[in-house]
Every structure is written in structure tokens, then in C-alpha cells.
């Protein structure tokens, strides 16, 4: 019989996720719900399964990364990003270098090529869009999306950019070219450099507050000079100062 903390051990060696930088009780609780769900009365009889069965281990990553996403999500803070952060960073230079961390199935990097497709060509937008869970990644590159997600897409984009299929709406090719998905773990792989824009909504919210610092620091790191991180509803960064950042709305922090 292995504990909770047994259990972590093993699930950092079989996926490279670690779970001690989640927060316990919350990631805990979600766990031992899926546990439930497969009728396993042990943390070692659930990893027995886990590692027998391909299906029970993808379902335990997907339950564990939680894909929730939309186009346009908090539309207020797009909003912002429209009026008054694309324009300032796009003041004196004709493209400007974006990284999506946690673009969970695509509706965020592809929220993001439409925002600067209103200041700037396609072909000169290029971002980069990286997420821990492949099977999210999958789902990103595919580009179909439920009617739900898209409904905050403003219309000219829709009748622009998305066709509807017998699967779903289906997202053009020219706006999928713009973004680079790539498997990447935020809390372990290096993190790439010089961006003027970084995207970290929605996940920031699942780690530990050590976890956090760490990320912060990090994505001021991968930032270029002015530029500027752009968080979650509820993910405003408690004194920022101390990672090198100033306010400038809420929910965006430019590098000092
Ligand atoms: C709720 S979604 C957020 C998606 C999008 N950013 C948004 O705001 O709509 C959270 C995403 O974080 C990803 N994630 C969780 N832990 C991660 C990690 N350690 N490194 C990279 N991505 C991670 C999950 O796979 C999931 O796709």
C-alpha cells in the first residue's frame, strides 16, 4: 500500500508531471475521484492499472491537465489586449515575437492570430503555442471546435476564418499556419527567450505558490526588454515588483 506521496513519486517517474507542484487538496480531490470512478480501493491498485492499461493512463493525464478553454475567453480582457497592449507593443516594429504557454486545445493561440490580424498581415504573424498534454496539442493542430467554444468569436471572424463540417467548426489553414504547437512541461523544460508577449491564462491557478514564483520569475526571464505577460482572471501576481514587473491593466505586467 502506497501513500498520496508514493503515489506522486511514481506518477513524476511514469509521466515527468509533478505533482507536489499542484496544489494537494484540490489535485487530490480530483485524483481520488477518478480513482473512485475506476473502482480502485488504493493509490497501488489504481498505478497497477494505470500502467497496464494505455486507455486508463491517457484518461488519468487528460482528467489531471483539465483542456477547459474557449475562444475569446474573458472577452473584457481581449478586449484590453486589442485596445491597448497590441498597439503599444506593435508601436515600432511591423510583427512582434508570442509564446501561448498552456494553449490547452488551440482556442487561445488562434484567439491571439486574430487579434493581430487586426494590426497586422498573416503572414507576418508567428506564435508559439505550448501545452504539457500532447493529446490537447492533437486537438489544437486538428482545429475543430464545438459551437460552444467559438461563441465569443466576433462574426466577421466567423464567416472569415471557421467552415462548418459534419465534426464541428473547422478553422482555416491560414490561420493555423501562424501557430507552432509544441509539447512543453512549464514546471521542468527551459523555457524559450525573447518574447514581447507572453499568454499564461487559466493554469497558473493549479499550482503551489512556490510553483508560481518559480514560473514568474521565469517568464520575466523569457521576456524581451518592455515586454509584457498577459494572466487569468484570477490570477493577478501578488507583488509583482519582487519578479521584475509593473502593472500596466490588470492582468498584464510589463518587464521592468
Ligand atoms: C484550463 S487550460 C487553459 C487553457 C488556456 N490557456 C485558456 O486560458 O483557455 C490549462 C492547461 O494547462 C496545461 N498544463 C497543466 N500543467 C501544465 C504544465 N506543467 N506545463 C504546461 N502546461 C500545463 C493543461 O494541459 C491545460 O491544457
Known amino acids: 500500500m502506497i501513500s498520496y506521496s508514493g503515489f506522486k513519486e511514481k506518477i513524476l517517474q511514469l509521466t515527468a508531471i509533478d505533482l507536489s507542484s499542484y496544489k494537494e487538496k484540490q489535485m487530490k480531490r480530483r ?3 477518478l480513482i473512485k470512478r475506476y473502482g480502485a ?18 484518461t488519468f493525464i487528460n482528467h489531471l491537465t483539465i483542456n477547459v478553454s474557449e475562444f475569446y475567453r474573458n472577452s473584457v480582457q481581449w478586449d484590453v489586449l486589442r485596445a491597448d497592449i497590441l498597439p503599444l507593443l ?16 488551440g482556442e487561445e493561440p488562434y484567439t491571439l492570430v486574430m487579434n493581430l490580424s487586426r494590426f497586422i498581415p498573416l503572414n507576418n504573424i508567428q506564435i508559439l503555442a505550448t501545452d504539457i498534454d500532447k493529446e490537447a496539442i492533437g486537438k489544437a493542430a486538428r482545429g475543430i471546435y464545438s459551437e460552444k467554444s467559438i461563441e465569443n468569436v466576433p462574426p466577421d471572424f466567423l464567416s472569415a476564418y471557421f467552415k462548418k463540417t459534419e465534426n464541428g467548426y473547422s478553422i482555416d489553414e491560414s490561420i493555423k499556419r501562424c501557430v507552432t504547437f509544441k509539447q512543453m512541461n512549464l514546471l521542468r523544460d527551459e523555457y524559450p527567450t525573447e518574447f514581447d508577449l507572453i499568454v499564461c491564462r487559466n493554469v497558473m491557478i493549479y499550482f503551489t505558490d512556490e510553483a508560481k514564483r518559480i514560473m514568474y520569475q521565469r517568464f520575466n526571464d523569457a521576456l524581451s526588454k518592455d515586454g ?5 482572471s484570477s490570477e493577478q501576481i501578488i507583488a509583482p515588483r519582487t519578479f521584475n514587473f509593473k502593472v500596466l491593466r490588470t492582468f498584464f505586467y510589463q518587464k521592468m
Not at 497501488?44 to 486508463?56: A, G, Q, R, W
Not at 515600432?92 to 494553449?103: E, G, H, P, Q, T
Not at 509584457?228 to 487569468?232: P, R, S
Open 31 to 33: 485524483i481520488d475521484s
Open 41 to 58: 480501493s488504493s493509490y497501488s491498485e489504481f498505478l497497477t492499472l494505470l500502467e497496464k492499461d494505455k486507455s486508463v493512463f491517457d
Open 90 to 105: 506593435l508601436a515600432d516594429k511591423s510583427s512582434i515575437k508570442v509564446w501561448s504557454a498552456a494553449c490547452s486545445t
Open 228 to 232: 509584457i505577460l498577459f494572466v487569468g
